[in-house]
T-cell receptor
Framework: GDSVTQMEGPVTLSEEACLTINCTYTATGYPSLFWYVQYPGEGLQLLLK?????DKGSNKGFEATYRKETTSFHLEKGSVQVSDSAVYFC???????????FGAGTTVTVRA | EAQVTQNPRYLITVTGKKLTVTCSQNMNHEYMSWYRQDPGLGLRQIYY???????DKGDVPEGYKVSRKEKRNFPLILESPSPNQTSLYFC????????????FGSGTRLTVV
């Protein structure tokens, strides 16, 4: 079945540091890939997405590139802020499915 | 504003007392889904619906019911809640087409004592 594997947290960073959260997936066909973010006490918000190989999704300074050859979709940000403290989820949807399959989530804390 | 609205946000109930968590979306989305989020287990799909009157089980459907009588509404029903259903619940919707992500509601934190 489909699966998404994220690097385990928690991750603690200082402001302006670089952030990378690794995500790899297992799925048949060509899934669409997503990063969601959950701020404390809130629901999940779509951060960015990519729907085909070599697509780059970007939003709020975050980027991720759909790498089919390595089945990866790593999230990166060059300079984090305290407001980026949240839980980040990698997820996928297969073309013939209705389910969003999530990774376990990575908790990121950014300190001033 | 395009959104998914869940109610209530917080609920404490007793074992066996039937309850309904409502979910409504104003984006005319075909697909709707319920997830539960638990520490160490992540997000798991409970039920989903492809359109009005079309629903199917997700990964953890036991103890839950759903209905989709109108396109905008997708209530989650717990006929006899038990403590193991204490969780954070999210409703989500998306349009047809797998390259669209789901839009999530703000969540319902349910405690069953």
């Amino acid at each position: 079945g489909d699966s998404v594997t994220q690097m385990e947290g928690p991750v603690t960073l200082s402001e302006e540091a670089c952030l990378t959260i690794n995500c790899t997936y297992t799925a048949t066909g060509y899934p669409s890939l997503f990063w969601y973010v959950q701020y404390p006490g809130e629901g999940l918000q779509l951060l960015l997405k990519a729907t085909k190989a070599d697509d780059k999704g970007s939003n709020k300074g975050f980027e991720a590139t759909y790498r089919k050859e390595t089945t990866s979709f790593h999230l990166e940000k060059g300079s984090v802020q305290v407001s980026d403290s949240a839980v980040y989820f990698c997820a996928l949807i297969r073309s013939n499915d209705y389910k969003l399959s999530f990774g376990a989530g990575t908790t990121v804390t950014v300190r001033a | 504003e395009a959104q998914v609205t869940q109610n209530p946000r917080y609920l404490i109930t007793v074992t066996g007392k039937k309850l309904t968590v409502t979910c409504s979306q104003n984006m005319n989305h075909e697909y709707m889904s319920w997830y539960r989020q638990d520490p160490g287990l992540g997000l798991r799909q409970i039920y989903y619906s492809m359109n009005v009157e079309v629903t199917d089980k997700g990964d953890v459907p036991e103890g839950y019911k759903v209905s989709r009588k109108e396109k905008r509404n997708f209530p989650l029903i717990l006929e006899s809640p038990s403590p193991n259903q204490t969780s954070l619940y999210f409703c989500a919707s998306r349009p047809t087409g797998y390259n669209y992500g789901y839009t999530f509601g703000s969540g319902t934190r349910l405690t069953v004592v």
